[in-house]
């Protein structure tokens, strides 16, 4: 293992990751906050509401915001230790310039100084090298309004094509498959509908560790009497009290789907009027599923007959139904077809469109959902528009002021851009809210990539792993350091609101591009004075989209405790005004009117019918061998969130889970002679990492886990392979073939240096 460099040792001592603790007035239960301030939470995506108790222009604690619908005044442990990211000793609280004799390798400058010298170099570079010499990184937990003027300043400022952002790591597989099959892009119940559904299926979700209050409405179903199964290669805590668990192996999903849709068809468990009244492609589906027989899926997935069976009559029979799943069946190079095979089950079921029977992405990121419907992937225009489609780029063009022509075309996939970063293509990036050096996978590559930028910005409240090689960095904002929008994992618009002011010379996002835009002398469309202004503009530009927000003002959010994308401000009928619209809290219903089907059907094509979608089971990239045995899958841990920049901040969230662990099965760990503790090396073909093993039980015995919280040598994206989806780009983080071995003790100063972080 190599040496740390001593240069990253002193960043880490400037910058962090120090550990906040309860302290003086966070710590004392007698003082009282000035003001309660009612948002939500600032991780997953299920956006759990809260009270923020505010003093002296700092939050100092929390209260349950117990009237909020989704959580009812409850919380996981990140959410309850949330606000010990204020005033944290790690905030940037001015501009930071790279200079290699200053503490950690950076020093302050002031703010309007840092931006004159992001301008300039902009300039520079597109003036030597062209408009598409830079490109932009955004963020999935930024507000909805940052998203949209992200979007908007890389076509309109930058004139690049190059935006994408980090929800590229997340949703994006649920997404494609979404729109191939339904035409729209979100989940279609309100959790409410779980509970008195008579059977839920969980597929590659750990819902109680990544979303903790969905295992709420799970368990309310289990107890009036619903069956459910969890389709994981580990017994996860959600598992450990299902009805029927379902063992599969990494990578082997898109089986087990049309094994069960096929025992399904034997038997007659399929809503045949439904299929043909709205419908297409059932019979091409059904013809590809005849060659998976129970046999040859169960040898295929590693999941038993008798279970695949039981899942089948399950699934077939009942009456009411509601199909999870998330990064387990969607982080593969076959994602898409995961996530199109469990749409499958879910048609033949004929069971959508109505109450207690529902189909749904649990979403990652704060704004998981938001973040992919109004402009800042590469791909696309507000509303959840196409950039390749001509009446798309034309309206948006007229509420953006400018010439259709001027709009670039689509971009690329945010691994991509790092490719043509490699390459020699990109010279220059912007980058916000975006930590690609520990979350991309294969990501020593990310870092060599990195090293040849010409010129690079981060935009963050805490230096992350991949600002350390910014040339600048700007001090944005925290969620409750602004106001502005997001849409959680329901399709629930919702408010965050703003508790205190940021600090020093930071300043709230859409306030730095805007700077940026003004410097380059670009200010057109950039002149905003408040999220809310731009949160007017999003609704003009969403309006008659897919992903119409045109009828949802902050108003009517906060009276509403939400309001359910989407919600137009006309009817869609007779183009009357419809000021009341109260939102689409369930998709499909019939009867229900949508501006794409235009009353010929409740889904999301001209013919207003769902489609299926043959879901073609392919072998992933880097599977297991004989030189790389066993299965490598990744994942959270219940108290670190994504690249863990903030989580890895606070004190009570690091003492829980402190570091990762390499997850063994018993008789694997006695065969490889790995007792629990023991340091363990893993290796697949692009790395090693070595770490102590937990030895448990609920792993299958070909498998290894490991969480990718951590940075450096504690990553687990050193060893994943960076294999894409054809379709939604998503990289392959859940499988690849690794070996592993009993390892002797790393040097003192992984030890060292694992105290600071």
């Excluded at 998203?147 to 004139?159: Q, S, W």
């Excluded at 997340?170 to 892009?185: E, L, P, R, W, Y």
């Excluded at 904002?477 to 399709?491: N, P, T």
């Excluded at 299958?700 to 392979?721: C, E």
Aim: proline share 7%; net charge neutral.
């Amino acid at each position: 293992m190599a040496t740390i460099p001593v240069d990253e040792l002193k960043i880490i001592q400037q910058f962090g990751p120090h550990l906040a603790w309860m302290a003086g007035e966070r710590l004392s239960t007698s003082v009282e906050p000035e003001k309660l301030v009612k948002t939500h939470c600032c991780f997953c995506g299920q956006q759990c509401g809260i009270q923020l108790k505010v003093r002296d222009n700092e939050v100092i604690g929390f209260e349950p915001w117990e009237d909020f619908p989704f959580n009812r005044g409850m919380l996981c442990p990140k959410g309850v230790k949330r606000y010990l990211q204020g005033s944290h000793p790690d905030r940037l609280t001015s501009a930071l310039r790279r200079d290699p004799t200053a503490p950690g390798g950076f020093a302050p400058m002031a703010y309007t100084e840092a931006i004159a010298k992001v301008a300039a170099e902009i300039q520079r570079i597109q003036s030597t090298h062209g408009n598409s010499a830079i490109a932009m990184l955004s963020g999935a937990s930024l507000t909805t309004e940052k998203t949209y003027l992200n979007g908007k300043f890389a076509r309109v400022c930058l004139k690049t094509p190059y935006i994408d952002y980090n929800g590229r790591l997340c949703m994006v597989s649920a997404g494609a498959a979404n729109k191939k099959a339904f035409g729209i892009d979100r989940t279609t119940n309100p959790w409410s509908d779980m509970i008195g559904t008579d059977v839920i299926w969980v597929a590659g979700s750990n819902v109680a560790e990544c979303s903790p209050i969905t295992t709420n409405y799970i368990w309310q179903a289990r107890e009036l009497g619903a069956k459910v199964i969890v389709q994981d290669p580990r017994i996860t805590p959600i598992a450990r009290t299902c009805d029927l668990f379902l063992p599969v192996k990494p990578g082997r999903d898109a089986a087990v789907f049309a094994g069960v849709l096929n025992l399904m068809i034997e038997n007659g468990w399929i809503d045949r009027p439904f299929i043909e009244q709205h419908t297409v492609g059932f019979e091409q589906v059904a013809e590809y599923c005849k060659q998976w027989t129970a046999a040859k899926t169960a040898e295929v997935s590693g999941v038993p007959e008798r279970s695949l069976r039981q899942a089948a009559e399950w699934w077939g029979k009942a009456n009411s139904s509601f199909l999870l799943h998330a990064r387990g069946i969607e982080h593969h190079s076959n994602g898409v077809q995961n996530a199109l095979g469990t749409i499958n089950l879910v048609l033949a079921s004929g069971r959508i469109g109505r109450p207690k029977s529902g189909y749904g992405t649990i979403t990652g990121q704060a704004n998981g959902q938001g973040g992919r419907e109004h402009g800042q992937k590469c791909d696309q225009l507000p509303g959840w528009r196409d950039i390749a489609n001509p009446e798309h780029r034309k309206y948006i063009a007229s509420v953006w002021k400018v010439d259709e022509k001027d709009i670039p075309g689509p971009g690329v996939d945010a691994y991509e851009l790092f490719r043509k970063i490699d390459a020699g293509e990109i010279k220059g990036l912007i980058s916000m809210c975006f930590n690609p050096k520990v979350s991309l996978p294969d990501n020593n590559f990310i870092t060599r990539a990195l090293e040849k930028l010409e010129f690079y910005v981060a935009i963050d409240f805490f230096l992350n792993d991949t600002a350390r090689h910014a040339d600048f960095v700007l001090p944005g904002s925290l969620q409750e350091e602004d106001e502005g929008v997001v849409a959680q994992v329901e399709g629930r618009v919702i408010k965050i609101n703003k508790a205190v002011d940021c600090p020093g010379e930071a300043r709230p996002d859409w306030v730095i591009v805007q700077d940026i835009a003004r410097a380059l002398n670009r200010p057109h469309g950039f002149t905003f004075n408040s999220p809310r202004e731009i949160f007017e503009e999003l609704r003009i530009a969403s309006k008659g989209g897919v992903a119409d927000y045109s009828g949802i003002t902050y108003e009517k959010i906060e009276k509403r405790f939400g309001v359910f994308w989407p919600c137009p401000s006309h009817d869609y009928k007779t183009g009357e005004p419809a000021p009341d619209h109260p939102g689409t809290p369930r998709l499909f219903e019939p009867g229900s009117y949508n501006p794409v089907a235009k009353g010929a059907g409740p889904f999301y094509f001209a013919d207003g019918k769902a489609r299926f979608n043959v879901a073609d089971y392919r072998v992933p990239i880097d599977d297991i061998s004989e030189e790389y045995p066993f299965f490598l899958t990744t994942g959270r841990v219940v108290s670190q969130f994504l690249s863990g920049t903030q989580t890895r901040r606070i004190g009570p969230l690091v003492d829980q889970y402190p570091e990762p662990r390499i997850e063994v099965h018993p008789r694997l760990a006695e065969k490889l002679g790995i007792k629990d503790g023991d340091w363990t090396t893993a290796e697949t073909r692009r790395g090693t990492i070595t770490l102590k093993a937990m030895v448990v039980t609920t792993i299958r015995p070909d498998t290894i886990f490991i969480p990718y919280h951590w940075a450096g040598k504690k990553s687990a994206n050193q060893l994943t392979v960076a294999a894409q989806d054809p379709i939604s780009k998503i990289p392959q983080y859940k499988v690849c073939g690794c070996r592993v071995r009993k390892a002797d003790a790393p040097p003192d100063y992984v030890g060292k240096l694992e105290a600071q972080q």
